[in-house]
């Protein structure tokens, strides 16, 4: 039996990273940083650190042979409507990619309802009640990250990741 390593990746400065291997699982917010916008005014933004992206997923590529990962990136949000929250989510994923491509790491793009469809109660409606169920569940499946969790206010990384577990 081959071993496979699994990373559930929310999207997104808010976002989580899960990963489930045959040892063990990993659950951590996706790293980021705040700085000053590129504008004159002033204006905070979150970026993804790039560089803690790559030191965490690095080991996990020299554990396991690149036909032995499997990494779902959940696609963003984007909302015209929602200019701001669009363009944080559109650069989280730019700057994820470029972490996965300088990696070498295969990966495929997710849809969250292909996941929630599965782990998730059928008949929930809304953001918060989505986010109660999935940290609800997370809990669940994963009490030894109960911390994490409650904080994280979620838990769609480790969740993504349990999906790919299930189906891949």
């Known amino acids: ?9 929310d999207n997104g400065v808010t976002g989580s990273i899960g990963v489930i291997s045959p040892d063990t699982s990993i659950f951590l917010p996706t790293p980021v940083k705040k700085e000053q916008d590129y504008t004159k005014k002033k204006k905070n933004i979150s970026r993804i650190n790039s560089i803690e992206l790559f030191s965490f997923l690095k080991p996990h590529k020299d554990n396991f042979n690149s036909n ?27 700057a994820t990619l470029n972490v996965i491509e300088l990696l070498g790491l295969p990966f495929r793009y997710i849809d969250s309802k292909e996941w929630q469809r599965e782990l998730l109660p059928k008949g929930i409606k809304g953001t918060p ?10 809990l669940r499946l994963f009490p030894n990250h109960e911390e994490t969790i409650l904080k994280q206010k979620d838990a769609d990384g480790i969740l993504i990741a349990e999906y790919l577990r299930k189906n891949f």
């Open 129 to 138: 009640e989505l986010k109660k169920a999935s940290m609800d569940i997370g």
């Open 68 to 94: 032995e990962i499997i990494i779902a990136l959940e696609r963003p949000a984007i909302n015209p409507q929602r200019w701001t929250s669009s363009m944080s989510a559109i650069r989280a994923l730019e």
């Open 1 to 9: 039996m081959s071993k496979k390593l699994f990373i559930g990746i």
